[in-house]
């Protein structure tokens, strides 16, 4: 029985650090930021630092991340009416919507993503409770 479980626990540890194998940012990621009539910088730049902390696809490396205020405006739109947007009472100030482009390599670590691609104008949609709450991913992809 000890055997057992002594090989249960090293299995469990295999599996943690597999899991743990995440996306990375490249050292030199572009960021673009438009001006904009509707969110401060520093609104703007927590927005791009909630993707860029939680951008975990393995096997990819994010490598570019921008906010246009006339593109996510209109993506908003879309996501208010026909998205998440329409079921979880978001007001419209509180949705922002980044754009990303990311590399992913050959190694074949992500079973989902192609190998050796390059995803462009990937969308982030972040929502907030309030102006005063910090942005949360709500939703990704295209």
């Known amino acids: 029985m000890k055997k057992i479980i002594i090989l249960f626990c090293c299995l469990l540890s295999v599996f943690s650090l597999v899991a743990c194998n995440k ?3 490249s050292n030199d990621i572009l960021i673009e930021v438009s001006k904009s009539t509707k ?5 703007i730049e927590n927005a791009i630092q909630n993707v860029k902390s939680n951008f975990s696809f393995p096997g990819a490396t ?3 991340i921008w906010y246009d ?3 996510s ?3 908003i739109d879309s996501y208010l009416e026909n998205g998440r947007g329409l079921t979880n009472g978001v007001k419209e100030e509180n949705v922002i919507i980044l754009l990303s482009n990311f590399d992913v390599d050959g190694s074949g670590d992500n079973p989902v993503l192609n190998p050796n691609t390059t995803y462009s104008d990937y969308q982030w949609i972040l929502i907030r409770d309030s102006k005063n709450n910090v942005w949360k ?3 990704f992809g295209y």
């Open 23 to 25: 996306g990375s940012v």
């Open 39 to 43: 969110f401060s910088k520093d609104e």
């Open 62 to 64: 994010l490598t570019k």
């Open 69 to 71: 205020e006339e593109k």
């Open 137 to 139: 991913i709500d939703d």
């Open 73 to 75: 405006n209109y993506l």
